[in-house]
């Protein structure tokens, strides 16, 4: 198991919807579904990745962007759908699982060979987690919707091999930007996200050796842009593989 190849792919990645694939040579799992099942397969398949392969459907909580897919999604393709009770009762009730299967954030959850860690995190939602999905000896991280980086993201962050990690805003930009003032404040809070200095502090203070590629992901349309997220991590940009994600179609497949 521990030889065995991972691939990784940011299905979406973005305000509009978002979805993460890890996967290895029978088995994957998805993490949210923020865009809908057509889409989904469409991109997957323009990826060479194999729809048959999930196993299950992990959401980390309850906005649009994270579970608009995850009802049909579960229902089609017949897999699991997991996620917290809060978070299901906090969705629209036109979003939520017809079956859902729910985790206490702090669980480990088995599916296949895969361990899902499920841990809580800092946003505006009923009950947010984040998730690190192990493989053998080998661990995937997707950290998105992060207002403040606590203790939970810092640890398991550090046992990340690679990750989905936010670099979601430019200060600049967010504060000198077209936002209504409370959205602004909103973005920036606490429970909001992660701008790219804090991204660029979190790698720098607390990831781990192992740790060789990081997609930027959720980036804003409005207060990022590409470029931007990626000079902000140029000091980092010899010790990692900093790959980005996008809201248009899926990024490239990166094996493990």
């Known amino acids: 198991m521990n030889g065995e190849v991972l691939e990784i792919c940011a299905i979406a990645s973005g305000s509009n919807g978002n ?7 029978y088995e ?3 993490v949210d579904a923020g865009i809908s099942l057509k889409q989904i397969l469409l991109r997957m ?19 649009s962007d994270h579970i608009s897919g995850a009802r049909v999604l579960g229902k089609r393709l017949r897999v699991p759908v997991y996620l917290t009770a809060r978070t299901w009762y906090g969705a629209y009730k036109s979003q939520r699982p017809d ?3 729910f985790f206490e954030p702090g669980d480990l959850v088995n599916v296949g060979g895969f361990v899902v860690h499920t841990f809580l995190k800092n946003h505006d939602a009923a009950e947010p987690c984040s998730f690190r999905i192990q493989y053998g000896s080998k661990n995937v991280g997707v950290f998105t919707d992060i207002g403040e980086p606590c203790d939970n993201v810092k640890q398991h ?3 990340c091999d690679a990750l989905f990690l936010e670099s979601n805003y430019d200060e600049k930009m967010l504060w000198e930007g077209s936002y209504p003032w409370f959205l602004k404040k909103r973005v920036a809070s606490e429970v909001g996200h992660l701008s790219n200095l804090q991204t660029f502090q979190l790698l720098q203070n607390h990831s781990g050796d192992n740790l060789k590629c990081v997609f930027l992901s959720h980036l804003s349309k409005e207060n ?9 991590m140029s000091e980092l940009r010899s010790k990692y593989d900093f790959r980005l994600t996008s809201r248009y179609e899926a990024a490239e497949v990166y094996t493990i």
């Open 19 to 25: 979805c993460y694939y890890v996967g290895n040579h």
């Open 45 to 63: 398949k323009e990826r060479n990745l194999n729809p048959a392969k999930i196993k299950a459907l992990f959401i980390s909580h309850e906005h």
């Open 224 to 232: 990022n842009t590409p470029d931007t997220a990626l000079q902000a």
């Open 157 to 159: 962050l550090n046992q």
């Open 28 to 30: 994957a799992v998805l």
């Open 99 to 101: 079956i859902p299967s």
